[in-house]
């Protein structure tokens, strides 16, 4: 039984010019508890948008909500949203926004900031949740001052830091971070980095991380998933999508990413993403693909690289493709 379970989520918003469909039927699987996700690609891809659906933490505009995700077996699309944020949310999934750092108030202290949610809970008592509080910030870092501080006091660094410690404060088993570092300079990043390695190891958490920096994405990730234009376009291992790339838009995405040795420079994806309320019929990538044919007017489905299961197919999959070169010979 897989950890947790996608099986074809679609997430529509209703727009002036129509609707719009920012996740097609994605399906994956993360097979065991403690491991970690990376989603990549380019803006616009529809990873935020598939990751906000998996936490439920929908605009209201969205038009179109389906599928189904199991979560240790248990099907939790099915559930009321009441019974959703009292069973779910933050207590199983929580999230690290994108730019979360400038989400707080800035005219409440951090302690009393994180100690707010867990008072909620039944049996909860304010010395308990500000002694537990002070050992989250222990864990990310962070010295007990900081309970006792204002945001406006944080580096942007620190309030990173801070914004982790609350995704954790309710013990959730899967922690789902959208470019968490993308406001960050670099050596921060690394910071935060080798802090989300060490929470990953030392508490167990399952991790999705979202991020346009592949190389970024590899450093915490066990497996990756390369979106395009609201599809999954590859899904494996990092080692297998990373040094075995099967689909030609990884393949152009690992080709952008500047090398130290080789002498090779970065190459730029060519072209533009498709206009997300008119996509071409057929590959959606094909319009920008060097490597187009007669068949890429079809749609390909998810293909297994090297005779594996087909992935992306929820459970037991392994390494896919969505080419039509994928078990010809040219792509795998």
Known sequence: MAFLEVRELTLDYSTPRGPLRAVDSV?????????????????????????MALA???????????????????????????????????????VVFQGSMNGFNPVMKIGKQLTERMLLEPGADRNGASEKVLGLLKDVGLSPEVFDRYPHELSGGMKQRVAIAMALCLDPRLMILDEPTSALDVSVQAQIMNL??????????????VTHDIALAS???????????????EFGSAEDVMLR??????RDLLASIPRLHGGVGPKFVSGMAPDPIDRPAGCRFRERCSLAFERCVEDPPLRPVG???????????????????????SAS
């Open 56 to 94: 439920r933490i929908l605009s209201r505009n969205v038009s179109r909500y389906s599928g189904e995700v199991f979560l240790d077996g248990k099907e939790i699309m099915g559930l009321s949203n009441d019974a959703y944020r009292r069973s779910v949310r933050w207590k199983q999934i929580s």
């Open 307 to 329: 005779g594996g299961a087909v992935g992306g197919a929820p459970a037991g999959s392994s390494h896919v493709a969505r080419c039509w070169l994928v078990g010809a010979g």
């Open 219 to 233: 450093e915490i990730s066990d497996d990756l998933g390369v979106m395009y234009a609201g599809q999954l376009r």
């Open 196 to 209: 989300l390695k060490k929470l990953k190891w030392e508490l167990g958490i399952s991790m999705i991380f």
């Open 245 to 250: 790339s099967a689909d030609p838009y990884t």
């Open 27 to 51: 399906s994956f699987s993360m097979e065991k508890s403690g491991t970690g996700l990376g989603l990549i690609g380019e803006t616009g891809s529809g990873k935020s948008s598939l990751v």
